[in-house]
């Protein structure tokens, strides 16, 4: 059985909901007397919110998959977008667009796609457009960070939602990463994307769900 961890970003939200959860309840039973059904209930919703901030803030440990040909999957959740489009912030060409949408019930760690060198890494102030929407990848709050691995260079985006309003990362340019090593978190739901060499070898599908770490985007054909 494969452990799961609290992810690092998630301690002190974790902790501080359940020092508001056990307020509450001694609130409701110590202070205002309520009786048994409110007390029960109010256990009950409280409980479950707990639970639920503890769940999503979950990093389950791993067997990353590690391999120089191939682009292993940045987060959890569905495939929303493969498409060619035009890369307008660093490559200035087109390139192949896969984007992931992470649900609030995904798991929120962001995994490199590659090994190699960080060659840009940008935080762009934005809106909070759905996630889904198709200017949400250069309107909204986000990140860019290009990996080289000395072969191609791939350009990895977190993007903020709606409800996603504060996105982590950790690498800056001139830093190097592991394949499938974690690079960032994004809080509360929101998106992915991939920008790769137009001749990638894609592997998934239109609505497929993935896997961070684990599930194969592409093959390199270079």
């Known amino acids: 059985m494969k452990r799961t961890y609290i992810h690092k970003e998630g301690w002190k939200i974790v902790l501080s909901t359940f020092a508001i959860v056990l307020a509450i309840n001694l609130i409701t039973n ?5 009786g048994p059904f409110v007390s029960w209930t109010v256990f009950a919703l409280t409980f479950s919110f707990f ?9 389950p440990k791993r067997t990353i998959i590690t391999d120089d040909n191939k682009i292993i999957c940045p987060a959890d959740g569905k495939v929303v977008v493969i498409e060619e489009v035009f890369e307008p912030e660093y490559f200035e060409d087109k390139r192949l667009q896969v984007s992931v949408f992470m649900s609030p019930a995904n798991v929120h760690v962001n995994r490199a796609p590659i090994a190699g060198d960080v060659k840009y890494s940008k935080y762009h102030d934005g809106k909070y457009l759905v996630a889904w929407h198709p200017k949400s990848s ?22 903020a939602g709606k409800v996603a309003r504060r996105i982590v990362y950790y690498l800056e340019e001139g830093d190097t990463i592991e394949q499938g090593a974690d690079f960032g978190f994004i809080k509360f739901g ?15 599908k239109l609505g497929q769900k993935v896997k961070g770490g684990i599930t194969i985007i592409g093959e390199l054909t270079k």
Do not use: M, W
């Not at 110590?30 to 309520?34: G, R, T, V």
């Open 138 to 159: 250069t309107e909204n709050e986000r990140t860019s960070i290009v990996i080289d691995n000395g072969s191609v260079d791939v350009l990895v985006r977190q993007i």
């Open 51 to 59: 639970c639920f901030v503890t769940y999503f803030f979950r990093n």
């Open 30 to 34: 110590f202070l205002l007397h309520a």
């Open 190 to 204: 929101s998106r992915v994307d991939l920008f790769l060499p137009l001749d990638t070898k894609i592997n998934i």
